[in-house]
């Protein structure tokens, strides 16, 4: 298995410009989550999906947009790039407990808006 | 704001010491978890305590519950370069399904 995995690695978008970030896992997982990691911020949640079909809003939603493709990829999207979005992104999923929703993350975007 | 708040924000000991991170959380939870993130990677999943348990155990990490103080604390021991990371805590609120996760402890082994 591969995992979570995320594409591309590295990003470098102008002021306005948009772009997809894509997430997959291979692992049935139900849950899945996009995440921003910007320095002493710890991690702070952008959207989750927490079945196919459905997604939710998470701490700091404003000026992205997901999408649940299928129960495999979740992908996250940037309309129109602003310096404040340079961050590190990451994707994580969570397997079908109930009660524990530990995450399994994947090696993140990092991207930087010029 | 932030649910967790990690203590200290960095930690620095000989290789060998035990090493000890404390995190506070807000609202009552489900579980709390830890993970660690080594430079320029994804986290990983570390241990992982329920509401009603005081204290788990895996190899050298050792964590504790404190629900009436609403705070967890991770001791690493007998440390090692290998350890040299940053350690996050993560609290499951009851009835969501999600995890907030603090601010992280930078903690860093030296040989």
């Known amino acids: 298995n591969a995992g979570v995995t995320q594409t591309p690695k590295f990003q470098v978008l102008k002021t306005g410009q948009s772009m997809t970030l894509q997430c997959a896992q291979d692992?049935?997982?139900?849950?899945m989550y996009w995440y921003r990691q910007d320095p002493g911020m710890g991690l702070r949640l952008i959207y989750y999906s927490a079945s196919e079909g459905t997604t939710d809003k998470g701490e700091v939603p404003n000026g992205y947009n997901v999408s649940r493709l299928n129960k495999r990829e979740f992908s996250l999207r940037l309309e129109s790039a602003a310096p404040s979005q340079t961050s590190v992104y990451f994707c994580a999923s969570t397997p079908p407990r109930r009660d524990a929703y530990e995450q399994y993350f994947g090696p993140g975007t990092r991207l930087t808006v010029t | 704001s932030q649910q967790g708040e990690e203590d200290p924000q960095a930690l620095s000991i000989q290789e060998g010491e035990n090493a000890t991170m404390n995190c506070s959380y807000k609202t009552s939870i489900n579980n709390l978890q830890w993970y660690r993130q080594n430079s320029g990677r994804g986290l990983v999943h570390l241990i992982l305590i329920r509401s009603n348990e005081r204290e788990k155990h895996s190899g050298r990490l050792r964590v504790t519950l404190d629900t009436s103080k609403k705070s967890s604390s991770l001791l690493i021991t007998a440390s090692r370069a290998a350890d040299t990371a940053s350690y996050f805590c993560?609290?499951?609120?009851?009835?969501?399904?999600?995890?907030?996760f603090g601010q992280g402890t930078r903690l860093t082994i030296n040989p």
């Open positions: 692992m049935n997982h139900n849950s």
């Open positions: 993560a609290s499951r609120i009851q009835g969501a399904q999600k995890l907030v």
